[in-house]
């Protein structure tokens, strides 16, 4: 089955920018349109993939443009309670605030710092009206490249996400992350919910993977000292790391068989 909306999460430094980074090229060099959505407040896509840095320094990320918050929601960013508009027009803003390169488009959503997780506020409005529209109503194959949990969707976009991938290594923590990550997915109904091994030095680490994820592994990705030096070098991940595009592939081969 063609997917058509994926979304990626895990814990810090667990590789999920990588496999996004690698989902959106292996994509777009099949001649697919892809938007990939930095979700994540650390950042690190357009990096991973390999967008020149003038390019990336034109992306403002959604949730910093308060002028444009105040005029969609009617109040000023940073408030919480009162009255703003919950969903605001977005419709226009993938095209005016991204960036393109190689076939693939680019925006950042940026972090909701005031109101903690979950807040009533304009730029949490703004985010989670965004993201549904980029989810429900555009044709673009979607990479959402996520924090550990699921702050920008809803239940009315649970059912239109194809896959919810969560990245792990082998390590306790890793997987403490994604039973969370999987019951979050789950309270909004979001039961398609995989997992893709990374970092992984042999048969002891699939092992304990297999044995111990929350969720179906698809496949697994193997630790990989040339995305490390990628990464160092400044350069984006798809042409430095060849074994792990064809790793990447096997992935979505298995899951398009779901």
Request: contains cysteine.
């Given at each position: 089955?063609?997917?058509?909306?994926?979304?990626?999460?895990?814990?810090?430094?667990?590789?999920?920018?990588?496999?996004?980074?690698m989902l959106a090229h292996i994509y777009a060099r099949r001649g697919r349109s892809?938007?990939?959505i930095?979700?994540?407040?650390?950042?690190?896509?357009?990096?991973?993939?390999?967008?020149?840095?003038d390019l990336v320094a034109q992306v403002t990320p959604i949730a910093?443009?308060?002028d444009l918050i105040y005029e969609r929601t009617g109040a000023k960013p940073g408030t919480s309670g009162g009255f703003f508009t919950i969903n605001p027009r977005v419709d226009d803003i993938p095209d005016r605030f991204s960036v393109s390169y190689q076939g693939i488009r680019f925006l950042r959503l940026g972090d909701i710092e005031v109101g903690?997780?979950?807040?009533?506020?304009?730029e949490s409005a703004?985010?989670?009206?965004?993201?549904?529209?980029?989810?429900l109503y555009r044709d673009e194959l979607l990479i959402l490249d996520m924090e550990a949990g699921v702050e920008h969707l809803g239940r009315a976009t649970a059912r239109a996400v194809d896959a919810f991938l969560v990245v792990l290594e082998p390590g306790r923590r890793s997987l403490d992350t994604a039973r969370r990550v999987r019951q979050l997915?789950?309270?909004i109904g979001i039961t398609n919910v995989y997992a893709v091994g990374n970092k992984v030095?042999?048969?002891?680490?699939?092992?304990?993977?297999?044995?111990?994820?929350?969720?179906?592994i698809l496949d697994y990705l193997s630790a990989n000292t040339e995305l490390t030096e990628a990464d160092m070098r400044g350069e984006g991940i798809f042409d430095a790391a060849p074994e792990t595009v064809e790793e990447v592939e096997r992935i979505i081969v298995a899951l398009e068989a779901l």
């Open positions: 089955m063609p997917l058509n909306k994926i979304a990626v999460s895990g814990k810090g430094g667990v590789g999920k920018t990588t496999l996004s980074a892809v938007i990939a930095d979700a994540d407040p650390a950042g690190g896509l357009a990096e991973a993939l390999g967008f020149p840095p910093e443009m308060d903690g997780s979950g807040c009533i506020c304009p703004l985010l989670k009206a965004l993201v549904t529209h980029l989810i997915a789950a309270d030095r042999g048969e002891s680490d699939r092992a304990f993977l297999q044995e111990h994820s929350p969720v179906p």
